[in-house]
Each structure stands twice: as structure tokens, then as C-alpha cells.
């Protein structure tokens, strides 16, 4: 037999002997089961095609024999049977009311007592009990039903109504679940989940400032349900501890060289604070003298590199005709000159500007010999107007002497030197450092720029270095945790600093240290969502975090929740935060199910943030959770548009495109360098770029998603564009170009995906069928069995065959044959891109034949045609795209009972003509995405 | 990162490594140093026993069976033509024929054979078909050994690679990737994450160098302790306000900083005493140079100028580590080979496992002229072609090897070698990779154990006797006895 598209026009679906999945199906433990019926129909066109049979062939149940329980055990996240059922049945109608009647007008004829295809009779269902009991059977049907697969082609279709009656039907029966009712809905729980590697790098680089991608040295992130940031997946090896470690004393380092302090920041040393040497003698008031040799010392620490302005204040009592002359020297050199003329009583600041690195200062002014008498009159009369003594007002900011090394003004050089008398003597009260000046003396630090730097806060005027660490650590803290410290937390940071100032280091190294601390800190590594918070009672106290009325109107679970779940001993502004918004959302969005909440404020700031741009809230989203609006549902929707907007929104089309579309695959694939010289790694990176590009334009110009399909534009430079055979390109900078007249149009021609479904020797039409049917369709087929019947006979009978051909005999053995239908035919389409997406009309000696007809009679002549059939497939596209979205946005796998958010969303999205944004805002709003299941700590 | 414990000062070590290199991508290191770093048990005049270290070196999707097994068994075999790259050093080896793994297979499970292959291979239990949720396997037989010996060295345990695991996709019929890319499990639901950098497995065993002297290291190591009781606190207390499946993340971060903990205070706890040893070890390395340099490596004996703490030493071999991960694969293997050597024979740690490829692997092999890649061809169907290429992949990575092997047979230690003192595990969680067999595997083990194994063997077993029967002998000789891991039934008594 050989089953033809054509086939399918005759009323009942041409028979399959042996269902693909069957041969290799085991009988079925639930989550094996639950797998196929969620995730693997092999027949979205194929309607011949059903997934495994709950039972052997042949062992067909008698109608009302319940199955073991274990086979309609619920998923772990749906609630127990037992308990929702109770929920969930009470209204349930019957079998017999409206369900079967449909079943028994559409589906018995081919699948009743008379005629079972495919093994499948569903006549003998007489109640939904027994319905219930073969989950797995149901589970397949409402795959096929919803998706419109079942009826088949030339059969009577069922109205959109009697679709949705039988889906919602089965989805009662068979998950507790109604999506009218929202009692029974459950939001899920996503488990703790930690940063990867992508987020990591994103969020230090938005915390700190840090551009040198720390995490590239961390080990991979696993990925599940195709993406590298679900939770369950992301372990933590000891390995990662450690680079977690190193990167904090890294990005700490960093961090503090690049710091900003107040600028300009003034410290000053007087009194005790200056060490004499020498000569120099301490005095009362702590005035230091020196008239001979010797040095008044003074030492500072440079919080970052760059320059600064050195001020001493000096006098010298009148003494004769001679005027005393310092020296300055930084870190033991000498570095200027001062000329001292204030009088004593007088003192004026001497000041010069110079360029530091950053750490450890020590300044010291030694005794020089005096200049011979000046002229008398300045000298004798430092007038206001004089220059000599410098700029009185240390408040002002601007450099007043951009001649670094030119000493205070020194007097024109007198023409008659008086007699040396006593060398008179100088008194120092203090010094000041200024600085940094520069705006922008980021450069010093090799590793990066930084936008953002660390606010240091020095111990000085009288701050305790704990006081100021606390107060250098507190906004960082808040941003590196992503919500409000908690009391106590920043003073352990802050502890830490002075701990290691205690032990001896400077307050710059003891910073580092906390720095580095918060960043091996759990709540920065990991996103937490903590259902103890917010279970918490709201407390009256905290009037400045909870929004003005915000009463908890509807009661809500949070403010019924038994005294016991309170947060140990802590009844913080945080938990009151949470509390407090919880109850003013609650009737915002559906009243739940005692079982679940909604996210706090900052919890959806972070998810908000984390599914947008792969990194941490910024300012305005930590501001408005801290104000308790971020979940009005006007607000986030606006945020969710602002993030959109912002370039960091690239980081959909780079870390949730490339891995829905696979294209991170494309660093694995090697094509014979012999049969394709001109591959390399430039262009496998440019292939890339050129889908992620579309991508992101159709999301940053909120275009329709079906353009992703067809879209007759596309992204080259000089190299894909000469790939492609575009000529008109230049450079390596991509551009956007027009593909109209062109053998191109949307992701499906794209070279990375052409390339990465391919082998490296050849194309791999099987490849390219099943990639369209999983990433597009969303109908993976199932894996081929171990043991594939041979083709060496064939092969060796038909050296010559095409390679149509060969899978075409491949394609006579039944067992493959039903899957192998479709994904053949879908991936043949596309046969006229060889295996590094270039256009071709011969393989070898073989003319293409592009042509196909799909199982739904659907016939195509090349690679346009059916791209345009596939676009047509909106609603298994849509749906598609939005359990791959939705699976990233929560960082967790579907379940069953996502399917109502799912299905919410899609119909958004068709609502709004298929608009980018449209997607993005309807995952915000759905109840997975703002909410979750609770999990009670347990002691 | 360096730590500053470990048998020799690690960073004189690394100034002399770094003294050819110059500034730039590679670090040279000077071997002869290595000698100081050796065991304090394989030195010195008490007649003291050498520590058994133990590598599992897996391969993926099988092999050609065929072609790999020696026709004949007992002593007198002689190696297949897969194999005949080890022919000089078959007296070391005991390849080992018919031990299964049985939680490969299906089980009800359906398709996923690859990843259920390398999940099974050292635990011997069977993994969850899960793509998320609820991963679980078993704790593998290096992870068990690092349980019980593994506080004896500064690394408890060491796991390489050369292939980062899957970015995209799923990995295999519906199990996560994290079966296909591990094979070394801490416990049932942490897989134990791969270096696949040269250059960070370096500085993973060794430090980056940075680092001042005794005291800036000294005090960064307070500076550590003082970091990780703080976050610990945290942990502690955010733990408690969690429900349980979050709770098994936090656990994993726990588990992590007290490993790090630990490793400070040993460090502390030895620094002193080690100290002195290193001062009369450099002595004593000097005076032996020639010979420890000789026996050390065979390659390269390039000078580099002499180094700062072993003045004298003229012949320095270089290992020159680039940044990132090398082009060429077989540059890869060794380099990480090299790094196995180095990590044993300065007794940074006795457990080590090391990935050729991750499970299912497409690799090209273009150095053995195989520019398919090796999933696709290992699903051959009898294809003459096919089969051909398979078995040059599979001739290439025995030849790779036997490289290890030759590289660990000459380090000398105490009476012996370091292959001596050790047992290396090269094996593939598939024999036939057409089909997908998980019972006849591919197995051979290197190395005496200290005289507890008898080589220069091929043994077979019965059909379905437990690979991991294999691994309770082998964590007998590390000193690691267990009494059941996985599907044990027992162990293979006639190794010695």
C-alpha cells in the first residue's frame, strides 16, 4: 500500500494497518501517556495517524471496565482527582447529553462498533467515568478534535460551537479544567529558578555596569522543553558554586574600580589624621608646623582612578623677608611646589591637581628652602585678588587649574635675594582630596565600561565605616535582590565590610568583598517567589508601602489563610507590600482557587523583566512595585509596552527565538567543508543573525507573526547577501533588504534554518519536515523506532535512486509510512535549498522536484506555495508560538491546565490581527503569568 | 581561582609556568615541579602506598561491535583492529566483554535510548523520562567514590568534556538534555556540570596565577569563609521559607558552598605543615631533575628559561593552553587528557569522568576523513559505507585513548606509574548504536589499581552480568567500598 495524500478524499480515512507510534509504544505509564496526548500527534493532517492506543491492539476494553487508576492519574500540577472532581462535576453534564450525540454524528461511522479505525471505537464509551479511565485515548481525540484534524477532509465538518462543546467537555472530564469557571483553574508553579547564563551576564551588566559576560566561563544551562531558563532543569553543580564565586570577586573588583562616588567627593585629613616626621612637630589644635626637614603625612584612598585635586591648607607666620616654600610629593615623589604667603591666622588653601590611580594615597608636604624674599607687597599682603593662594570655595566642582603640574602660582622671581634669615616656619591644619573630576574615567578599567556604577559612600565627616558601607550596599542590595532588603539584610552586608575593615584592609577592599558577597547571595542567583510572604496578613503599620485603599474588598485566600502560615516572626514592608497588592488584585483578575495567588509586585517586576529582556528590573519597574501599582493590570500592560520598546527587548528574538526556531543548533552542525568551501563560521553566525534580526523587527514594529512565515523582506550583509546571490550588498553590517521577485520568503527559507535541519553531507528532507512540524505545527512526530526496517536492499538494488526515491520505498513499509507521509512531503518542499540553504534546480544529476500534496489534499509546486499553505495554518501556528512563548516566559513546561491560558491567548492574538505585541501582552495578562500555585514551606 | 593549599606553593608553580608562556593565550607548565606536588603518600622514605585514582572515559552511540571485540579471550587474546591502536599498551589493559546496562533500555519508557544510555552509563539506574519536572537517575559510581574519598583532595571529583551541552531543542525523545549531556550525577537529580575549557580546567586545579603571596592568599581566603557564612546564613533562612521543590534548588546551592567551605578550611588546616614539604620537596626535586624529567614526558622538552622556585631545572615541557576551546578535536582530547594526568599525579584529585562527546552526538570526524555526522552514520543499517566511517571514528577515539593511557603509564610514582596506581574506564552506554543495544558494552579498563587487577586480559562475562558489578570492584580499590549502586548484584570477582 502505498498510502497517498489522495487517499483522504474518501469518507472514511484510509487504513493504516499499524499506527507509527504503536510498534515502539510501551503500555503506558501516565506520564508517558499524558506526554503523547499533550505534546505528539502525528496527525494534524495525517488524520489516518493517532497517537497510542491506550490499549494493545486487539485487547479492545468492554465498554464500563474501569482502568487502573494509574492510568488517569492527573499531571503533578493538576489538582487530585478526588478533589476536583468535586469541584468540577458537580455540573458536569453527562456523556449522553450533549458530547456523544456529536461523537455519534461525526466520528461512528468510522470509528464505532461497525468500523474502528485505527483501533479506535469510540461508541463504547458509555459514560464519562469510562471516558475518564482511558486518558489516554481522550487525551488524542481532543488533540485532533481541537486541533480540526478529526473529522477528516470530505467528511462533515463540526461547527465551531460543537468543537468547542466537545473540547470543553473532554477538558472537564479529563483535567478538572473549565475555563469558564475559574475556581477550577490552576496558574501553576514555576520552582525556584536560578539565573542562566544569558541572564546572569544581562543582570550584572544592568546591576553594575559589567560588559565582560562573566557567565561565559560557567558551565552550560541544560535545557527542558526546549529552552535554558526552566527551573526544574537549572541545577546547580558544585562546579557552578565556585565560578559563581570567582565571577562575584571579579565583577567586585570591578565594580569598585569603576565606582562612583559623590562627585566631587571631598575627604580630608586633619589633626590626628597627619603624621609628622622629622622636624615636624604636632602642635595644640592640631596644627602641624615644620621648619626644617621632615614631612607632614597624610594618607587618602582613591576610590577609582583618575584625577583629583590635592588641597592643603597652610599659613606661615610673617618672619623676616623670606617666604617659605613646600614641596609636595605623591606616593614618595615629588609632584609640586607651594609657595606659602598666607599669614598665619590666614590660612589658605594651596591646591594641586593630578591624575591618581585608583587605591591607596599618600600625600606629604616637606620643607623646602625658602624662597628669597618676595615682593613686599604681595608677601606681605596676600590680598583677595592675589592668585597665589587657591580657590577658598571647595564646593565649586570645575577644575580651576588644568595645569596639572603647575605648581600654586609661584611669584616672579625676584631680582634681589634678601638675607637668609631663619627659615620661617609653616603650619599645616589639613589636606583635602578631590575627586574623582572626570566624568568619565571608566576607561581605567580594562574590562568594560560602565553606564552604571556603584555609588560609593565614603566613612568620612563622621561616618562609621559600618554607616557608610550600609549606605554604599543599600541601593545595591535593593537592585541586586530586585525588591526591597528586608530588615536586617543590608546591615549584614554592611557587617561583613566592617569585619574586613576590622581584619585590616581599606574600606575600598572591604566593600568589594560585601560586593562580592551579594552576589554569591541566593537572592540574587536565584528569582524567588515566596508564598510565605504573602500569605502573610497585611500589617496596619506599613501605610507607606501598601497603596491607599487597598483593603482586601474580596476576600481573598491570603487574608483567610490560617495564622500559621505567617512568615516567621517577620511582618515585613515587603510581605505587607505583597499582601496588600494581592488583595487589590485579586478581583482583578478571576477570583482563584484557594490553592494559588497572585505574584507580588516584585515578583512580576522580575518575571516582567526576565521574559522581555533576559535581566533585572530597572529603575521605573522596582519603583512602581515598591509603589504597589505595577499590578494594576493598566500599568503592567503600559510597562510590558515600555520594555517592548527598549532595545534590551533584542534578547527575545536572541535567547527565545534562536532557541524556538533551533537556531542555537546551528553551532553544532558541521557541513563537509569539501562540498560546501565557502562555510564557515562568519557565515554560520551571519545565517543566525539574519533570523534573529526578523524577529526582532517584527516584534520592535509590532508586525503580524504570520509575517515570520512569508515575510519578503530579510537581513544580509555582503557574505549572506552573496550566499544568497543578492548582489547589491557591501559590508559586514546587515541591512535590510526586499525579497520580493525573489525565491525567498520568511524563516522557512532562511539559510540557518535550512542549514541546521540538514545533514552535512546532503540535505535531510525528514529533518526540515519534522522541524516544521514541531516548531511551526506543533505536531512533533514521534521518534522512529530503534530498530528501522533496512534500507540496504533497496539502496543496493537502486544505487541510482534519488533520494525522493529511496524514501519513497522507506515510505512503503507501513510503520513508517504514517509519519513519514507528512514530514517527507512538508520537508521535500523545500528541496530547492541545498543543506546550506543556497537555491538550486539539480541535486547532482537530478532535477528537484519540489512539488508535493499534503494529507489534507493541500498540493504545492515549490517551496512559495507551500509556505503559503503553511501560513494559512494559523491556528496551529498561533497556538504553537504561544505554548513555546508562554513555556519561556514562565521558565516551566505546560501542563494540561495551562491549556485555558493558552487558548486565551491565541484568540487574542487572531483578535488583533496576529500583532507581535498582542502576543506578548496576552501572556502578561494570563494567569499563569501573574499568578501561581502555592507551596506551603513545611517545617 | 587559586587556593592556596595543595602539595606544592601553586604559585611558584604557576610563575615558572608562566615564565615561557609570556604574555598571551597560552600557559606553559613546567613539568619537573609536578614531582612536588605528588603525593605525600607515593614520597618519601616510609614505603608508604600510592592513592588508587579512578577515570571513566565515555564515548557515544556505540560502536561496531564486531570490529572492537577481541576475537579471543583470557590472556592470550589479541586486541580487534578498532582496538589496535592500544597494542602498546595492551599489557595494561583488561578489556572486559558482555556486562550490560540494563536501565538503558525502555522499560516502558519508549524511545530515548541515547539519553537513557549516558544516564544509565554510571549509575545504572534508570532515569525519569522527564523534559523538565522531576529529573532522576542515580548517583554515578565517580560520585559515590568522591562521597567517600573525595575530602582527601583539594577537588573532590573533576568532570570534562569537549562538547557543550544542546542549546536548542530537545535532545532525545522527550528527556531533558541534561541525561545526554552528563554522565556524572551527584545524587538521583543533580547532574554534575562538565569543563570543557582547557584553560579553566587548568585554573580549576591550579589557580590563574594572580594571586600575590602567602598572606594576600591567606587573607582572600578569609575574605572567602567570610563571603560563604554569609550566604550560607541566607540560604539557611530562605530554605525555611520555602516549600519543597524549591527547597531541592536551595540544597543544590548549599551543597555547593559547603563543598567550597570545606575545601577553604582543609586548606587552612595544611597549609603550614605542606609548607615545610614543599621547601624540602623542591630540594629534592632539583637534585632528581633529570630524571623526574625524563620520566615525565617524552614531548617537547623545550626550555623555557628555567623557573623561579625550581632553579635548575633546565628541561621544562610545555602544555600550552589556549583560551576558549580548541579547534581541533583531537588538540581538545588531549589537551584535556593531559589535564587528567597533571590533576592525578599531583594528587589534586583521584576521580575524574571526561566526555568524548556528548551522548548522540553529530560530530564530524574530518581528521579521520568522516565528515557525516557520527549519530547519523551510527544509525547505519548495515550500510557497508556507513559502517566503515563509524568504525574510524571509533579506531580515532580508542586511539585517543591510548594516548591517555601511554601519558598516564609514564608518570612515574613510587616503585611504579601513575597508570600503576589507577584504574581508567573507557566504555560507551551502547554497543550497537544501530539498534540501540545496552548489554555487550563496549568496556576496557586500564591500569592496576595498585596490583589489585590483573591486565593484560580480555574477560567475558555472561549476558546481562551488571556493568555496575564493575564499578562496586573498582570503588573496592579506591577505598570507597559500597555494598549497592544501581542494579548491583554483586562484583566481578576474577579482576585480580
Aim: net charge neutral.
Amino acid at each position: 500500500m502505498m498510502p497517498t495524500a489522495r487517499g483522504f478524499a474518501v469518507p472514511c480515512v484510509q487504513s493504516v494497518a499499524v499506527p507509527c507510534a504503536r510498534p515502539f509504544m510501551a503500555p503506558p505509564a501516565s506520564r508517558f501517556v499524558r506526554r503523547i496526548a499533550w505534546l505528539t500527534v502525528c496527525g494534524t493532517f495525517l488524520a489516518a495517524t493517532w497517537p497510542a492506543a491506550a490499549q494493545p491492539p486487539g485487547t479492545a476494553q468492554p465498554p464500563g471496565t474501569a482502568q487502573p487508576p494509574a492510568v488517569a492519574q492527573p499531571p503533578a500540577n493538576s489538582p487530585s482527582p478526588a478533589v476536583a472532581s468535586k469541584r468540577a462535576t458537580a455540573r458536569l453534564p453527562a456523556l449522553t447529553d450533549h458530547v456523544q450525540p456529536l461523537l455519534a454524528r461525526h466520528c461512528f461511522a468510522c470509528h464505532g462498533d461497525q468500523k474502528s479505525e485505527s483501533e479506535i471505537n469510540l461508541a463504547r464509551y458509555r459514560d464519562n467515568a469510562a471516558l475518564a479511565a482511558d486518558r489516554a485515548t481522550w487525551e488524542a481525540v481532543l488533540a485532533v478534535i481541537e486541533s480540526g484534524a478529526m473529522p477528516p477532509p470530505g467528511r462533515p465538518r463540526l461547527s465551531e460551537d460543537e468543537r468547542r462543546g466537545i473540547v470543553r467537555h473532554l477538558e472537564r472530564v479529563l483535567f478538572q479544567l473549565d475555563c469558564d469557571d475559574a475556581t477550577t483553574l490552576d496558574p501553576g508553579r514555576v520552582t525556584i529558578r536560578r539565573l542562566n547564563r544569558v541572564e546572569y551576564n544581562n543582570t550584572v551588566r544592568d546591576l553594575l555596569g559589567i560588559e565582560f559576560r562573566p557567565a561565559e566561563d560557567f558551565p552550560t544551562d541544560d535545557v527542558g522543553h526546549g529552552f535554558d531558563n526552566i527551573g526544574d532543569v537549572l541545577t546547580i553543580s558544585p562546579l557552578l558554586i565556585e565560578k559563581y564565586l570567582a565571577a562575584a570577586e571579579r565583577i567586585a573588583a570591578a565594580a569598585l574600580a569603576n565606582a562612583e562616588s559623590p562627585k566631587p567627593f571631598k575627604q580630608v585629613r586633619r589633626g590626628n589624621d597627619l603624621k609628622t616626621s622629622g622636624s615636624a612637630r604636632p602642635s595644640l589644635f592640631g596644627i602641624h608646623t615644620l621648619a626644617g626637614p621632615g614631612a607632614i603625612t597624610a594618607e587618602f584612598d582613591a576610590g577609582r582612578a583618575g584625577h583629583y585635586r590635592l588641597k592643603v591648607r597652610a599659613a606661615s607666620p610673617k618672619k623676616g623677608g623670606s617666604v617659605p616654600r613646600l614641596e609636595l610629593h605623591a606616593n614618595g615623589a615629588k609632584v609640586a611646589e607651594f609657595t606659602i604667603t598666607a599669614l598665619a591666622g590666614q590660612p589658605q588653601f594651596y591646591e594641586h591637581r593630578l591624575k591618581l590611580e585608583a587605591g591607596p594615597q599618600r600625600f606629604a608636604v616637606h620643607y623646602a628652602d625658602p624662597a628669597p624674599p618676595a615682593a613686599a607687597p604681595q608677601a606681605a599682603n596676600p590680598a583677595p585678588s592675589n592668585p597665589a593662594p587657591l580657590n577658598p570655595a571647595p564646593s565649586n566642582p570645575a577644575p580651576s587649574n588644568p595645569a596639572p603640574s603647575n605648581p600654586a602660582p609661584s611669584n616672579p622671581a625676584p631680582a634681589n635675594p634678601a638675607p637668609a634669615d631663619e627659615a620661617p616656619p609653616v603650619s599645616v591644619g589639613a589636606f583635602e582630596l578631590e575627586g574623582p573630576l572626570d566624568a568619565d574615567v571608566a576607561a581605567s578599567s580594562g574590562d568594560g565600561v560602565s553606564r552604571i556604577r556603584l555609588r560609593l559612600v565614603l566613612p568620612e565627616g563622621g561616618r562609621s565605616i559600618r554607616d557608610a558601607a550600609h549606605d554604599t550596599l543599600a541601593p545595591l542590595v535593593r537592585r541586586a535582590f530586585r525588591r526591597v532588603p528586608r530588615p536586617g539584610e543590608v546591615e549584614a552586608f554592611a557587617d561583613l565590610a566592617q569585619r574586613i575593615v576590622d581584619r585590616g584592609a581599606t574600606y575600598s577592599k572591604a566593600i568589594e568583598v560585601a560586593v562580592a558577597a551579594v552576589l554569591v547571595s541566593p537572592h540574587f542567583l536565584f528569582r524567588v517567589e515566596r508564598d510565605d510572604l504573602s500569605a502573610s496578613p497585611m500589617p496596619a503599620t506599613t501605610a507607606g508601602q501598601s497603596p491607599a485603599g487597598k483593603t482586601p474588598a474580596n476576600s481573598t485566600p491570603a487574608s483567610t489563610a490560617p495564622p500559621s502560615t505567617k512568615a516567621p516572626g517577620t511582618a515585613t514592608a515587603e510581605a505587607a507590600a505583597e499582601a496588600a497588592a494581592e488583595a487589590a488584585v485579586a478581583g482583578g483578575v478571576n477570583s482563584v482557587s484557594a490553592a494559588s495567588r497572585p505574584l507580588g509586585d516584585f515578583e512580576l517586576a522580575s518575571r516582567l523583566s526576565y521574559f522581555l529582556w533576559s535581566s533585572m528590573p530597572d529603575e521605573q519597574l522596582l519603583r512602581l512595585a515598591e509603589e504597589g501599582r505595577l499590578r494594576r493590570e493598566e500599568v503592567l500592560l503600559a510597562e510590558t509596552r515600555r520594555l517592548l520598546a527598549d532595545p534590551r527587548s533584542r534578547a527575545l528574538a536572541e535567547n527565545f527565538a534562536a532557541q524556538w526556531l533551533n537556531l542555537r543548533g546551528l553551532d553544532e552542525v558541521a557541513p563537509d567543508p569539501q562540498r560546501f568551501p565557502r562555510f564557515n563560521a562568519a557565515l554560520r553566525s551571519d545565517m543566525r543573525r539574519e533570523t534573529e534580526l526578523l524577529f526582532d523587527t517584527i516584534v520592535r514594529e509590532n508586525r503580524s507573526l504570520l509575517e515570520l512565515l512569508d515575510a519578503d523582506f530579510t537581513f544580509v550583509n555582503q557574505r549572506l547577501a552573496a550566499h544568497y546571490g543578492l548582489s547589491e550588498v557591501k559590508g559586514n553590517d546587515f541591512r535590510r533588504v526586499s525579497l520580493q521577485g525573489t525565491v525567498r520568503a520568511g524563516v522557512l527559507t532562511h539559510a540557518s534554518v535550512l542549514t541546521l535541519t540538514s545533514n552535512p553531507t546532503r540535505t535531510s528532507p525528514v529533518k526540515r519536515g519534522k522541524w516544521i512540524m514541531e516548531n511551526i505545527l506543533g505536531t512533533p512526530p514521534p521518534e522512529p523506532p530503534a530498530n528501522v526496517p533496512e534500507l540496504s536492499a533497496t539502496q543496493a538494488a537502486q544505487p541510482d535512486a534519488t533520494l525522493r526515491q529511496a524514501l519513497e520505498i522507506h515510505r512503503r513499509d507501513p510503520n513508517c509510512a504514517v509519519c513519514h507521509q507528512q514530514m517527507d512531503t512538508l520537508g521535500f518542499g523545500f528541496e530547492n535549498f541545498d543543506a546550506v540553504g543556497r537555491w538550486r534546480e539539480r541535486d547532482g544529476e537530478h532535477p528537484i522536484d519540489a512539488a508535493g500534496e499534503l494529507p489534507d489534499g493541500a498540493k504545492f509546486s515549490g517551496p512559495a506555495e507551500l509556505v503559503a499553505i503553511l501560513k494559512e495554518k494559523k491556528a496551529e501556528y498561533t497556538k504553537t508560538l504561544s505554548e513555546r512563548l508562554l513555556t519561556y516566559a514562565l521558565g516551566r513546561g505546560l501542563t494540561p491546565t495551562d491549556r485555558c491560558a493558552v487558548d486565551e491567548i491565541r484568540r487574542r492574538v487572531a483578535s488583533d490581527g496576529y500583532r507581535a505585541a498582542s502576543l506578548v501582552e496576552a501572556i502578561v495578562r494570563s494567569e499563569p503569568f501573574r499568578m501561581r500555585k502555592r507551596e506551603e514551606p513545611q517545617p | 581561582m587559586t587556593w592556596n593549599h595543595g602539595r606544592l606553593d601553586r604559585r611558584s608553580f604557576l610563575r615558572s609556568a608562566r615564565f615561557g608562556a609570556g604574555v598571551g593565550a597560552s600557559i606553559a607548565v613546567g613539568l619537573p615541579l609536578l614531582e612536588a606536588m605528588a603525593p605525600r603518600l607515593a614520597r618519601g622514605a616510609a614505603p608508604a602506598k600510592a592513592p588508587v585514582r579512578a577515570a571513566f572515559v565515555f564515548f557515544p552511540n556505540g560502536a561496531i561491535m564486531d570490529r572492537w571485540t577481541p576475537p579471543s579471550a583470557g590472556s592470550g587474546f589479541t586486541l580487534s583492529e578498532t582496538l589496535s591502536p592500544l597494542e602498546a599498551v595492551k599489557s595494561e589493559l583488561v578489556v572486559i566483554s558482555g556486562l550490560a546496562q540494563d536501565n538503558g533500555r525502555a522499560k516502558g519508557d519508549g524511545p530515548g535510548d541515547h539519553a537513557r544510555s549516558a544516564a544509565s552509563f554510571l549509575t545504572g539506574a534508570h532515569p525519569v523520562k522527564t523534559a523538565g519536572a522531576d529529573i532522576r537517575v542515580g548517583m554515578s559510581v565517580d560520585q559515590a567514590a568522591a562521597d567517600r574519598i573525595g575530602g582527601r583532595t583539594r577537588l573532590p571529583s573533576l568532570e570534562l568534556g569537549i562538547e557543550r551541552g544542546r542549546q536548542a531543542g530537545g535532545c532525545d525523545s522527550g528527556y531533558s538534555c541534561a541525561y545526554s549531556n552528563s554522565i556524572s550525577w551527584k545524587n538521583a537529580t543533580t547532574p554534575m556540570a562538565k569543563e570543557i575549557q582547557p584553560r579553566l580546567v587548568f585554573e580549576r586545579l591550579f589557580g590563574t596565577g594572580s594571586a600575590g603571596g602567602s598572606r594576600e592568599l591567606r587573607e582572600r581566603d578569609f575574605f572567602r569563609q567570610s563571603i560563604l557564612d554569609l550566604v550560607a546564613e541566607d540560604a539557611r533562612a530562605l530554605r525555611r521559607s520555602l516549600g519543597p521543590t524549591d527547597r531541592r534548588k536551595i540544597d543544590e546551592y548549599f551543597t555547593g558552598i559547603r563543598e567550597l567551605e570545606q575545601r577553604i578550611q582543609r586548606a587552612e588546616q595544611t597549609t603550614r605543615q605542606e609548607r615545610q614539604e614543599i621547601v624540602a620537596a623542591n630540594s629534592a626535586a632539583a637534585n632528581s631533575a633529570a630524571a623526574n624529567s625524563a620520566a615525565a614526558n617524552s614531548a617537547a622538552a623545550n626550555s623555557a628559561g628555567g623557573s623561579s622556585s625550581a632553579a635548575g631545572l633546565s628541561a621544562v615541557p610545555k602544555l600550552d593552553l589556549p583560551d576558549g576551546i580548541p579547534n581541533d578535536q583531537a588538540t581538545h582530547i588531549r589537551l584535556m587528557f593531559d589535564l587528567m594526568v597533571l590533576a592525578f599525579r599531583t594528587d589534586t584529585t583521584r576521580v575524574c569522568t571526561f566526555m568524548l562527546a556528548n551522548e548522540g552526538s553529530n560530530r564530524t570526524y574530518p581528521m579521520v576523513g568522516v565528515t557525516e555526522g557520527h549519530h547519523q552514520l551510527s544509525h547505519h543499517q548495515s550500510n557497508r559505507d556507513k559502517i566503515e566511517k563509524i568504525q574510524k571514528i571509533d579506531k580515532f577515539l580508542a586511539s585517543q585513548f591510548a594516548y591517555f593511557v601511554e601519558q598516564m603509564r609514564a608518570v612515574s610514582e613510587g616503585e611504579g606509574t601513575l597508570l600503576d596506581h589507577s584504574m581508567v574506564l573507557y566504555g560507551s552506554g551502547l554497543s550497537d548504536g544501530n539498534r540501540h543495544r545496552h548489554d555487550d558494552l563496549p568496556i576496557v579498563l586500564a591500569g592496576r589499581a595498585g596490583g589489585s587487577i590483573q591486565t593484560g586480559r580480555h574477560i567475558r562475562y555472561g549476558k546481562e552480568t551488571p556493568l555496575n558489578n564493575l564499578f562496586l570492584s573498582m570503588l573496592d580499590r579506591l577505598d570507597a567500598a559500597t555494598e549497592q549502586l544501581g542494579d548491583s548484584s554483586g562484583r566481578l570477582t576474577d579482576l585480580g
